[in-house]
Protein backbone atom coordinates (compact mmCIF):
# COMPACT_ATOMS: atom_id res chain seq x y z
CA UNK A 1 0.00 0.00 0.00
CA UNK A 2 1.63 3.61 -1.22
CA UNK A 3 0.59 6.37 1.77
CA UNK A 4 -2.02 8.20 1.52
CA UNK A 5 -1.19 11.99 0.59
CA UNK A 6 -2.09 14.13 3.94
CA UNK A 7 -4.50 16.79 2.95
CA UNK A 8 -4.69 20.05 4.42
CA UNK A 9 -7.18 19.94 7.68
CA UNK A 10 -9.63 22.95 5.65
CA UNK A 11 -9.35 20.59 2.84
CA UNK A 12 -12.99 18.82 2.47
CA UNK A 13 -12.63 15.08 2.07
CA UNK A 14 -13.75 13.87 -1.57
CA UNK A 15 -15.45 10.84 -2.18
CA UNK A 16 -13.82 7.77 -4.02
CA UNK A 17 -15.21 5.79 -6.83
CA UNK A 18 -14.49 3.21 -8.86
CA UNK A 19 -12.54 3.97 -11.85
CA UNK A 20 -14.94 4.84 -15.26
CA UNK A 21 -15.43 2.25 -17.46
CA UNK A 22 -14.66 5.06 -20.42
CA UNK A 23 -11.13 4.66 -18.98
CA UNK A 24 -10.53 1.54 -20.72
CA UNK A 25 -12.59 1.78 -23.18
CA UNK A 26 -10.59 4.83 -24.50
CA UNK A 27 -7.00 3.52 -24.50
CA UNK A 28 -8.00 -0.19 -24.35
CA UNK A 29 -5.65 -1.17 -21.14
CA UNK A 30 -5.92 -3.86 -18.90
CA UNK A 31 -9.14 -3.74 -16.43
CA UNK A 32 -6.59 -2.95 -13.49
CA UNK A 33 -4.70 -0.02 -15.02
CA UNK A 34 -4.44 2.67 -12.74
CA UNK A 35 -2.85 6.23 -12.60
CA UNK A 36 -0.17 6.92 -10.81
CA UNK A 37 -0.67 7.12 -7.14
CA UNK A 38 -3.47 5.49 -6.90
CA UNK A 39 -3.93 2.81 -4.19
CA UNK A 40 -2.07 -0.23 -5.66
CA UNK A 41 -5.13 -2.72 -4.34
CA UNK A 42 -7.66 -3.04 -7.51
CA UNK A 43 -10.73 -2.88 -5.56
CA UNK A 44 -9.72 0.17 -3.91
CA UNK A 45 -8.32 2.20 -6.85
CA UNK A 46 -9.78 5.34 -7.65
CA UNK A 47 -9.43 8.48 -9.74
CA UNK A 48 -8.66 11.79 -7.58
CA UNK A 49 -11.04 14.56 -7.71
CA UNK A 50 -13.56 12.79 -9.86
CA UNK A 51 -17.22 14.42 -9.66
CA UNK A 52 -19.57 12.93 -6.84
CA UNK A 53 -21.76 11.42 -9.16
CA UNK A 54 -20.68 8.07 -10.65
CA UNK A 55 -22.95 8.14 -13.61
CA UNK A 56 -21.29 11.80 -14.58
CA UNK A 57 -17.60 10.72 -13.60
CA UNK A 58 -15.66 11.19 -16.56
CA UNK A 59 -11.75 11.77 -17.31
CA UNK A 60 -10.62 15.70 -17.33
CA UNK A 61 -10.27 16.80 -20.31
CA UNK A 62 -10.29 13.88 -22.51
CA UNK A 63 -10.77 14.03 -26.45
CA UNK A 64 -14.35 13.79 -27.19
CA UNK A 65 -13.57 11.37 -30.40
CA UNK A 66 -12.95 7.92 -28.11
CA UNK A 67 -10.38 6.81 -31.57
CA UNK A 68 -8.21 9.92 -29.87
CA UNK A 69 -8.58 10.00 -26.52
CA UNK A 70 -5.64 9.89 -24.76
CA UNK A 71 -5.05 10.23 -20.27
CA UNK A 72 -2.83 13.51 -19.71
CA UNK A 73 -0.24 13.47 -18.01
CA UNK A 74 0.49 9.57 -16.76
CA UNK A 75 3.36 9.25 -19.39
CA UNK A 76 5.61 10.26 -16.65
CA UNK A 77 5.00 7.18 -14.67
CA UNK A 78 7.13 4.18 -16.57
CA UNK A 79 4.62 1.02 -15.63
CA UNK A 80 2.01 2.98 -17.04
CA UNK A 81 3.61 4.41 -20.03
CA UNK A 82 4.90 0.71 -20.81
CA UNK A 83 1.22 -0.61 -20.14
CA UNK A 84 0.51 2.11 -23.22
CA UNK A 85 3.10 0.83 -25.14
CA UNK A 86 2.05 -2.91 -25.37
CA UNK A 87 -1.47 -1.87 -25.49
CA UNK A 88 -0.62 0.32 -28.64
CA UNK A 89 1.25 -2.12 -30.02
CA UNK A 90 -1.59 -4.92 -29.41
CA UNK A 91 -3.94 -2.94 -31.44
CA UNK A 92 -1.31 -2.63 -34.24
CA UNK A 93 -0.80 -6.12 -34.62
CA UNK A 94 -4.69 -7.22 -34.40
CA UNK A 95 -4.74 -4.77 -37.17
CA UNK A 96 -2.48 -6.60 -39.39
CA UNK A 97 -3.40 -9.88 -38.78
CA UNK A 98 -6.69 -9.09 -39.54
CA UNK A 99 -5.85 -8.37 -42.88
CA UNK A 100 -4.94 -11.39 -45.58
CA UNK A 101 -4.26 -11.29 -49.29
CA UNK A 102 -6.98 -13.24 -50.69
CA UNK A 103 -8.98 -11.51 -48.28
CA UNK A 104 -8.37 -7.98 -49.90
CA UNK A 105 -8.43 -9.17 -52.87
CA UNK A 106 -11.74 -11.10 -52.92
CA UNK A 107 -13.23 -7.64 -52.57
CA UNK A 108 -11.39 -5.66 -55.13
CA UNK A 109 -13.33 -4.48 -58.28
CA UNK A 110 -12.78 -2.51 -60.87
CA UNK A 111 -15.08 -1.20 -63.72
CA UNK A 112 -13.19 -4.06 -66.47
CA UNK A 113 -15.46 -7.09 -65.79
CA UNK A 114 -15.52 -9.99 -67.23
CA UNK A 115 -19.51 -8.72 -68.74
CA UNK A 116 -19.94 -4.93 -67.70
CA UNK A 117 -22.30 -4.02 -65.14
CA UNK A 118 -20.68 -6.47 -63.28
CA UNK A 119 -21.80 -7.14 -59.57
CA UNK A 120 -19.07 -6.50 -56.86
CA UNK A 121 -18.44 -4.76 -53.36
CA UNK A 122 -16.30 -1.55 -52.70
CA UNK A 123 -13.18 -1.99 -53.12
CA UNK A 124 -10.22 -2.21 -50.36
CA UNK A 125 -7.80 -2.13 -52.21
CA UNK A 126 -8.45 -0.82 -55.94
CA UNK A 127 -6.27 -2.05 -58.76
CA UNK A 128 -6.75 -0.14 -61.92
CA UNK A 129 -6.56 -0.45 -65.21
CA UNK A 130 -3.14 -0.31 -66.94
CA UNK A 131 -1.33 -0.01 -70.03
CA UNK A 132 2.12 -1.26 -69.44
CA UNK A 133 3.24 -1.17 -72.75
CA UNK A 134 1.99 0.39 -76.31
CA UNK A 135 -0.45 -2.62 -76.78
CA UNK A 136 -0.16 -4.20 -73.39
CA UNK A 137 -2.86 -4.40 -71.31
CA UNK A 138 -3.23 -5.35 -67.56
CA UNK A 139 -6.88 -5.36 -66.43
CA UNK A 140 -7.23 -6.39 -63.04
CA UNK A 141 -10.09 -8.56 -61.64
CA UNK A 142 -11.50 -9.39 -65.00
CA UNK A 143 -12.89 -12.88 -64.28
CA UNK A 144 -15.38 -13.67 -61.61
CA UNK A 145 -15.49 -15.66 -58.89
CA UNK A 146 -17.77 -17.70 -60.32
CA UNK A 147 -16.03 -17.77 -63.91
CA UNK A 148 -12.51 -19.10 -62.04
CA UNK A 149 -14.20 -21.61 -60.04
CA UNK A 150 -15.89 -23.06 -63.28
CA UNK A 151 -12.51 -22.88 -65.69
CA UNK A 152 -10.17 -24.58 -62.49
CA UNK A 153 -12.53 -27.10 -62.91
CA UNK A 154 -12.37 -27.32 -66.62
CA UNK A 155 -8.45 -27.15 -66.39
CA UNK A 156 -8.84 -30.03 -63.80
CA UNK A 157 -10.58 -32.01 -66.40
CA UNK A 158 -8.33 -31.29 -69.30
CA UNK A 159 -5.02 -31.99 -67.23
CA UNK A 160 -5.95 -36.03 -66.65
CA UNK A 161 -4.38 -38.86 -68.72
CA UNK A 162 -7.08 -39.67 -71.50
CA UNK A 163 -8.70 -42.39 -72.16
CA UNK A 164 -6.89 -41.99 -75.94
CA UNK A 165 -3.64 -42.56 -74.38
CA UNK A 166 -3.58 -38.38 -73.82
CA UNK A 167 -0.94 -37.95 -71.46
CA UNK A 168 -2.43 -35.14 -69.60
CA UNK A 169 -0.52 -32.62 -67.91
CA UNK A 170 3.18 -33.08 -67.74
CA UNK A 171 7.06 -30.66 -68.06
CA UNK A 172 8.10 -30.18 -71.17
CA UNK A 173 11.08 -31.63 -72.34
CA UNK A 174 13.64 -29.16 -73.64
CA UNK A 175 16.23 -29.63 -76.01
CA UNK A 176 19.31 -29.41 -73.61
CA UNK A 177 17.70 -32.45 -72.28
CA UNK A 178 16.16 -30.44 -69.12
CA UNK A 179 12.52 -30.22 -67.63
CA UNK A 180 10.26 -27.23 -67.31
CA UNK A 181 9.40 -26.50 -63.66
CA UNK A 182 5.84 -25.56 -65.13
CA UNK A 183 3.49 -28.19 -66.24
CA UNK A 184 1.60 -27.90 -69.46
CA UNK A 185 -1.35 -29.39 -71.00
CA UNK A 186 -2.21 -27.98 -74.51
CA UNK A 187 -5.64 -27.42 -76.64
CA UNK A 188 -5.92 -26.77 -80.29
CA UNK A 189 -2.45 -27.53 -81.50
CA UNK A 190 0.30 -28.61 -78.78
CA UNK A 191 3.03 -26.56 -78.09
CA UNK A 192 6.91 -28.39 -78.02
CA UNK A 193 10.09 -26.17 -78.25
CA UNK A 194 9.77 -23.87 -81.74
CA UNK A 195 7.25 -25.73 -83.15
CA UNK A 196 3.53 -26.65 -82.35
CA UNK A 197 1.87 -29.92 -83.71
CA UNK A 198 -1.60 -31.92 -83.40
CA UNK A 199 -0.54 -34.90 -81.83
CA UNK A 200 1.24 -34.49 -78.51
CA UNK A 201 4.83 -35.13 -79.51
CA UNK A 202 7.55 -32.84 -81.49
CA UNK A 203 5.65 -32.98 -84.38
CA UNK A 204 6.52 -36.78 -85.95
CA UNK A 205 2.62 -37.51 -85.19
CA UNK A 206 3.87 -40.85 -83.04
CA UNK A 207 1.55 -39.01 -79.94
CA UNK A 208 -1.94 -39.38 -79.54
CA UNK A 209 -4.44 -36.36 -80.76
CA UNK A 210 -3.96 -33.32 -78.98
CA UNK A 211 -7.30 -32.01 -77.13
CA UNK A 212 -9.90 -30.02 -78.57
CA UNK A 213 -9.61 -26.64 -78.82
CA UNK A 214 -13.02 -25.35 -77.01
CA UNK A 215 -15.46 -22.92 -77.97
CA UNK A 216 -15.83 -21.26 -74.60
CA UNK A 217 -12.25 -20.12 -74.63
CA UNK A 218 -12.48 -18.99 -77.94
CA UNK A 219 -15.62 -16.69 -76.88
CA UNK A 220 -13.39 -15.61 -73.68
CA UNK A 221 -10.99 -14.40 -75.62
CA UNK A 222 -13.04 -12.51 -77.93
CA UNK A 223 -14.13 -10.65 -74.88
CA UNK A 224 -10.60 -10.43 -73.47
CA UNK A 225 -9.43 -8.15 -76.14
CA UNK A 226 -12.83 -6.02 -76.87
CA UNK A 227 -12.32 -4.89 -73.03
CA UNK A 228 -8.68 -4.86 -73.33
CA UNK A 229 -8.58 -2.23 -76.08
CA UNK A 230 -11.60 -0.60 -75.92
CA UNK A 231 -12.95 -2.10 -79.35
CA UNK A 232 -15.56 -4.71 -79.95
CA UNK A 233 -14.72 -5.07 -83.49
CA UNK A 234 -11.12 -6.31 -82.95
CA UNK A 235 -12.75 -8.83 -80.28
CA UNK A 236 -14.90 -10.16 -82.78
CA UNK A 237 -11.95 -10.65 -85.19
CA UNK A 238 -10.39 -12.63 -82.86
CA UNK A 239 -9.85 -16.06 -83.38
CA UNK A 240 -7.47 -17.84 -80.86
CA UNK A 241 -6.82 -21.77 -81.85
CA UNK A 242 -4.34 -22.19 -79.23
CA UNK A 243 -4.67 -22.84 -75.11
CA UNK A 244 -1.16 -23.81 -73.18
CA UNK A 245 -2.69 -24.62 -69.93
CA UNK A 246 0.70 -23.91 -67.08
CA UNK A 247 0.36 -24.89 -64.47
CA UNK A 248 3.37 -23.43 -61.19
CA UNK A 249 3.49 -24.43 -58.16
CA UNK A 250 5.42 -22.59 -55.28
CA UNK A 251 8.90 -23.52 -56.60
CA UNK A 252 8.09 -23.23 -60.56
CA UNK A 253 9.66 -20.48 -62.98
CA UNK A 254 9.12 -19.32 -66.49
CA UNK A 255 12.35 -17.28 -68.12
CA UNK A 256 12.00 -14.41 -69.84
CA UNK A 257 10.94 -16.04 -73.55
CA UNK A 258 9.16 -14.88 -76.58
CA UNK A 259 5.91 -16.17 -77.86
CA UNK A 260 7.51 -17.08 -81.22
CA UNK A 261 6.39 -20.01 -82.82
CA UNK A 262 3.25 -18.88 -84.33
CA UNK A 263 2.87 -17.31 -87.79
CA UNK A 264 0.34 -14.60 -86.45
CA UNK A 265 0.45 -11.13 -84.95
CA UNK A 266 -2.78 -11.46 -83.74
CA UNK A 267 -2.46 -10.72 -79.44
CA UNK A 268 -1.71 -12.93 -76.43
CA UNK A 269 -4.12 -13.30 -74.08
CA UNK A 270 -3.34 -14.41 -70.41
CA UNK A 271 -5.73 -15.26 -67.78
CA UNK A 272 -4.28 -15.84 -64.24
CA UNK A 273 -6.05 -18.26 -61.45
CA UNK A 274 -4.60 -19.55 -58.15
CA UNK A 275 -2.00 -17.76 -56.06
CA UNK A 276 -0.22 -14.40 -57.25
CA UNK A 277 3.08 -14.02 -59.60
CA UNK A 278 5.63 -11.66 -60.28
CA UNK A 279 5.21 -10.89 -64.14
CA UNK A 280 8.07 -9.38 -65.45
CA UNK A 281 6.92 -7.62 -68.96
CA UNK A 282 10.25 -6.62 -70.99
CA UNK A 283 11.40 -5.22 -74.56
CA UNK A 284 10.71 -6.72 -77.87
CA UNK A 285 14.54 -6.92 -78.42
CA UNK A 286 16.10 -9.22 -75.95
CA UNK A 287 16.25 -10.46 -72.43
CA UNK A 288 17.38 -7.83 -70.84
CA UNK A 289 16.29 -4.77 -69.36
CA UNK A 290 14.24 -2.52 -69.54
CA UNK A 291 11.04 -4.48 -68.07
CA UNK A 292 8.41 -3.75 -65.83
CA UNK A 293 7.32 -5.75 -63.17
CA UNK A 294 3.62 -6.22 -61.91
CA UNK A 295 1.60 -8.74 -59.60
CA UNK A 296 -0.68 -10.87 -61.42
CA UNK A 297 -3.75 -12.17 -59.16
CA UNK A 298 -6.44 -14.60 -59.72
CA UNK A 299 -8.49 -13.22 -62.26
CA UNK A 300 -6.48 -11.01 -63.35
CA UNK A 301 -5.90 -10.35 -67.57
CA UNK A 302 -3.47 -9.74 -69.52
CA UNK A 303 -3.05 -9.03 -73.51
CA UNK A 304 -0.13 -8.19 -75.31
CA UNK A 305 0.02 -6.92 -78.95
CA UNK A 306 0.62 -4.48 -81.42
CA UNK A 307 4.08 -3.37 -81.24
CA UNK A 308 4.26 -5.44 -78.15
CA UNK A 309 3.46 -8.55 -79.39
CA UNK A 310 6.98 -10.14 -79.69
CA UNK A 311 8.14 -9.08 -76.13
CA UNK A 312 9.74 -10.97 -74.14
CA UNK A 313 8.10 -12.04 -70.70
CA UNK A 314 8.38 -13.95 -68.01
CA UNK A 315 7.69 -15.54 -64.16
CA UNK A 316 10.65 -15.37 -61.87
CA UNK A 317 8.59 -15.93 -58.85
CA UNK A 318 5.40 -17.42 -57.04
CA UNK A 319 3.76 -16.13 -54.04
CA UNK A 320 2.49 -18.89 -52.21
CA UNK A 321 -0.46 -18.76 -49.85
CA UNK A 322 -2.06 -16.14 -51.43
CA UNK A 323 -5.31 -18.46 -53.28
CA UNK A 324 -8.44 -17.48 -52.42
CA UNK A 325 -9.47 -21.08 -52.14
CA UNK A 326 -13.28 -20.72 -52.82
CA UNK A 327 -11.91 -21.22 -56.46
CA UNK A 328 -11.37 -24.60 -56.05
CA UNK A 329 -7.64 -24.45 -56.19
CA UNK A 330 -5.88 -25.02 -52.88
CA UNK A 331 -2.19 -24.16 -53.56
CA UNK A 332 -0.42 -23.24 -57.30
CA UNK A 333 -0.83 -20.90 -59.91
CA UNK A 334 -3.33 -21.60 -63.05
CA UNK A 335 -2.14 -19.42 -66.19
CA UNK A 336 -4.49 -19.70 -69.43
CA UNK A 337 -2.56 -18.36 -72.84
CA UNK A 338 -4.64 -18.04 -75.62
CA UNK A 339 -2.70 -17.30 -79.08
CA UNK A 340 -3.63 -17.37 -82.98
CA UNK A 341 -1.24 -20.24 -84.61
CA UNK A 342 -1.59 -18.69 -88.19
CA UNK A 343 -1.15 -22.26 -88.85
CA UNK A 344 -3.44 -24.28 -91.73
CA UNK A 345 -6.21 -27.01 -89.89
CA UNK A 346 -4.21 -29.06 -91.84
CA UNK A 347 -0.65 -28.84 -90.74
CA UNK A 348 0.48 -31.64 -88.29
Not at 8 to 25: D, G, K, V
Not at 117 to 122: T, Y
Amino acid sequence: MQPRQRRHATQPRQPRHAISPALNRVNALPATATLPAVAADPATATLPAVAADPATATLPAVAADPATAMLPAVATDPATARLAAVATLLVVLVTLTAWHPATARRVRVTDHRETTGGNGVDALIPRERREVAPGAVHLPDWLRPDTQRSLVADCRRWSRPGVNGEPGMRSTRLPGGGLMSVRTVCLGWHWYPYGYSRTVDRGDGSGPPVLAFPDRLAELGRRAVADAYGDPAAGARYSPDIALINYYDADARMGLHRDGDERSDEPVVSLSLGDDCLFRFGNTDNRGRPWTDLELCSGDLFVFGGASRWAFHGVPRIRPGTADPSIGLARGRLNITLRVSGLPVSAS
